[in-house]
T-cell receptor, first 110, second 117 residues
Framework: RKEVEQDPGPFNVPEGATVAFNCTYS??????FFWYRQDCRKEPKLLMS???SGNEDGRFTAQLNRASQYISLLIRDSKLSDSATYLC???????????FGTGTSLTVIP | GAGVSQSPRYKVAKRGQDVALRCDPI?????LFWYQQALGQGPEFLTY????????KSGLPSDRFFAERPEGSVSTLKIQRTQQEDSAVYLC???????????????FGQGTRLTVV
């Protein structure tokens, strides 16, 4: 079983829509969680960390559910510029690796 | 420098050729990671350094892959006798020590796109 699993999509949504991605992780002892964004042929860049209590940054909301071992990302009022691949990342803190999901592809359509 | 720098950005190698990929991490970052990203996939872990020590190389796919970071800053990933399945983007990332800080993010370089023909 992979450490981190994501639905690869693609998600095609109209501008202004709300879209949510989920990601599950296998190591219950994992401590650090992130969402990264990767544009086509570019490097991954941090979108937001995910805190235990959930956190919001503008149109983006991240949630952590430890009991079910998943994290989520909610994007409200989608913009064309939100089109990218969103990578779920888990750092178990017991090791040295950042485990990545395969990424979820989002295309926002005019 | 301001960010993680990788070179070359693109490399075409003939099958069987050896290649060396360079990573300059953010100054002062203790941790350095190498990842391999195949087309349409997420980055897959290759190896991890804490300063000059290679603490984890469990992700290296074969003994043709070798990484070093002799002075705890610049790192080189070497692939010997390249094969077509080695074609991928090789990403380097650095971060403050993950062992001591919660929620430590990794900063990525733009990657080296390796094509083996």
């Amino acid at each position: 079983r992979k450490e981190v699993e994501q639905d690869p999509g693609p998600f095609n949504v109209p501008e202004g829509a709300t879209v949510a991605f989920n990601c599950t992780y296998s190591n219950s002892a994992s401590q650090s969680f992130f969402w990264y964004r990767q544009d086509c042929r570019k490097e991954p860049k941090l979108l937001m960390s995910v805190y235990s209590s959930g956190n919001e940054d503008g149109r983006f909301t991240a949630q952590l559910n430890r009991a079910s071992q998943y994290i989520s990302l909610l994007i409200r009022d989608s913009k064309l510029s939100d089109s990218a691949t969103y990578l779920c990342v888990v750092n178990p803190n017991t090791g040295n690796q950042f485990y990545f999901g395969t990424g979820t592809s989002l295309t926002v359509i005019p | 420098g301001a960010g993680v720098s990788q070179s070359p950005r693109y490399k075409v190698a003939k099958r069987g050729q050896d290649v060396a990929l360079r990573c300059d991490p953010i100054s002062g970052h203790v941790s350095l990671f190498w990842y391999q990203q195949a087309l349409g996939q997420g980055p897959e872990f290759l190896t991890y350094f804490q300063n000059e020590a290679q603490l984890d190389k469990s992700g290296l796919p074969s003994d043709r892959f070798f990484a070093e970071r002799p002075e705890g800053s610049v790192s080189t990933l070497k692939i010997q006798r390249t094969q077509q399945e080695d074609s991928a983007v090789y990403l380097c990332a650095s971060s403050l020590s993950a062992r001591s800080l919660m929620n430590t993010e990794a900063f990525f370089g733009q990657g080296t796109r390796l094509t083996v023909v």
